[in-house]
């Protein structure tokens, strides 16, 4: 099994000159197995790009495609209306997600499609969309894909998954801040309110389950969105820094951490410098961190 990073930024597309060497896209990364087996999570803007490889391997002929969304922020779905093999007739397509970041899935995915903002409105694109909601701890499989949805701390809510295949298991765990801020509920500006003992129970429910969902993966991908200095000043927009990440998995025993959904206004050069200097404390703690970008192929399972 091998992931490839179509889309690795949170909040917003930044692609230019500033981020050639790390991508500009946001959040979209596909799964396959060795027998070519395919699984989407997320549909950021590098969506469209996957999408053509996709139109072009397929050689236009209709097929099944299975997309796993995290949430359903921006960052995340804004790469589903320029998905080409949406274009195909005949094609379908899964959308898979959890309610708790929407009141229903289709209106929701569907309304970023409404005629004020979009040429063509999801009930006439040509292919068939389908929405599967999805429950943390509750497993399903598709193909080969076996998949775990995890609970994460997040404005109202977002999902990592794991996934099983091919003998080995990758986890894709964005967006979400550390567990000692109650975000998955509310708004964020309702974020910093100070935490009863019933929130500090749920949130160390909701760690432990993470780190316990994440025993015995080989590779995490990440939310890893700001360096400390930046989580200070924003610990209520559902981030997290590289620190929490390496603690997740230190305490899962995980082989390899992926920093992912990077800052906007990180640069190739702040990048480089970051993916040095995180890849060199791993080595230090005997954990494998590699800095996601954009067009980079991983194979699970195996030192980088
Ligand atoms: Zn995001
Ligand atoms: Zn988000």
């Given at each position: 099994m091998d992931i490839t990073f179509w889309g690795v930024r949170g909040s917003y597309p930044v692609p230019g000159a500033a981020?050639?060497?790390?991508?500009?896209?946001?959040?979209?990364?596909?799964?396959r197995t060795a027998s070519g087996e395919s699984l989407i999570v997320d549909a950021g803007t590098g969506l469209r790009a996957l999408g053509q490889r996709l139109a072009r391997e397929h050689g236009g002929k209709p097929r099944e495609h299975h997309i796993l969304l995290s949430h359903v922020h921006w960052d995340h779905i804004q790469g589903l209306p320029f998905f080409e093999p949406a274009y195909v007739p005949g094609t379908q397509i899964s959308v898979y997600?959890?309610?708790?970041?929407?009141?229903?899935?289709?209106?929701?995915?569907?309304?970023?499609?409404?005629?004020?903002?979009?040429?063509?409105?999801?009930?006439?694109?040509?292919?068939h969309f389908e929405f599967?909601?999805?429950?943390?701890?509750?497993?399903?499989?598709?193909?080969?894909?076996?998949?775990?949805?995890?609970?994460?701390?997040h404005p109202f809510g977002a999902v990592g998954y794991r996934i099983t295949a091919d003998g080995t298991t990758v986890a894709y765990v964005s967006d979400t801040a550390p567990f000692d801020l109650v975000l998955h509920k509310r708004h964020f500006l309702s974020g910093l309110e100070p935490l009863t003992d019933d929130d500090r129970a749920a949130l160390g429910a909701m760690k432990a389950s993470l780190v316990d969902a994440l025993r015995g993966v080989d590779t995490v991908v990440y939310d890893?969105?700001?360096?400390?200095?930046?989580?200070?000043?924003?610990?209520?927009?559902?981030?997290?820094?590289?620190e929490h990440g390496i603690e997740i998995c230190k305490e899962s025993g995980a082989r390899c951490l992926v920093l992912y959904h990077h800052a906007?206004?990180?640069?190739?050069?702040?990048?480089?410098?970051?993916?040095?200097?995180?890849?060199?404390?791993?080595?230090?703690q005997g954990l494998e961190i590699v800095?996601?970008?954009?067009?980079?192929?991983?194979?699970?399972?195996?030192?980088?």
């Open positions: 981020t050639v060497r790390y991508g500009g896209q946001t959040s979209c990364v596909e799964v997600a959890s309610l708790a970041a929407a009141d229903e899935l289709k209106p929701v995915i569907g309304g970023i499609t409404r005629h004020e903002f979009f040429p063509m409105p999801l009930e006439s694109v040509p292919a599967q909601e999805v429950e943390p701890g509750a497993s399903f499989c598709i193909g080969a894909f076996e998949i775990m949805p995890i609970a994460l701390n890893t969105h700001f360096l400390p200095h930046e989580y200070e000043k924003f610990p209520h927009y559902g981030h997290s820094t590289p906007p206004s990180h640069d190739d050069d702040m990048m480089d410098d970051l993916a040095a200097r995180y890849a060199k404390t791993g080595e230090d800095t996601a970008r954009e067009g980079m192929v991983l194979a699970i399972g195996a030192p980088a």
